[in-house]
C-alpha cells in the first residue's frame, strides 16, 4: 500500500555531508512510524534512527549528534541529514514505514514497507 523511494546518497569525503530523501506515494505516511535503516557489505541492517507520529526521535549511539531525521508530512517525505560522516557510515541506506507505530520501532520486523536503498560512500 505504500512505495517509498529513496534518493541523495552518493559519494563523500571523511567529514563531509548528505541528506536522504525518502518519497512516499500509496499512502500519507503522517500516521506512520519513519526510520532509516543501513546494511553495510557482509553486515546484518542495523538501525539507524526513527521519528514517530508523535515526533519523538530515537537514535542509534553510533550516529548521535550526527544525524538528524525530520518528515514534510505535505510533501509526504522523510529526510535524513548526515553530518560528519565517517567511513564506517558506508552503507546502503534504506527508509521504512512502521505502519502499526511500534513503541520505539528500532527493530526492522517491526516495519512493514521499505524502500530499495541508497548508496552512501564515505571515504577515508
Known amino acids: 500500500q505504500v512505495q517509498l523511494v529513496e534518493s541523495g546518497g552518493g559519494l563523500v569525503q571523511d567529514g563531509g555531508s548528505l541528506r536522504l530523501s525518502c518519497a512516499a506515494s500509496?499512502?500519507?505516511?503522517?500516521?506512520?512510524?519513519m526510520g532509516w535503516f543501513r546494511q553495510a557489505p557482509g553486515k546484518e541492517r542495523e538501525f539507524v534512527l526513527t521519528?514517530?507520529?508523535?515526533?519523538?526521535?530515537y537514535y542509534a549511539d553510533s550516529v548521535k549528534g550526527r544525524f538528524t531525521i525530520s518528515r514534510d508530512n505535505t510533501k509526504n517525505t522523510v529526510y535524513l541529514q548526515m553530518n560528519s560522516l565517517k567511513p564506517e557510515d558506508t552503507a546502503v541506506y534504506f527508509c521504512?514505514?512502521?505502519?502499526?507505530?511500534?513503541?520505539?520501532?528500532?527493530?526492522?520486523?517491526?516495519?512493514?514497507?521499505w524502500g530499495q536503498g541508497t548508496q552512501v560512500t564515505v571515504s577515508s
Open positions: 500509496g499512502r500519507t505516511i503522517s500516521r506512520y512510524n
Open positions: 521519528i514517530s507520529v508523535s515526533g519523538n526521535r
Open positions: 521504512a514505514a512502521d505502519v502499526s507505530r511500534s513503541f520505539r520501532a528500532v527493530a526492522a520486523d517491526e516495519y512493514d514497507y
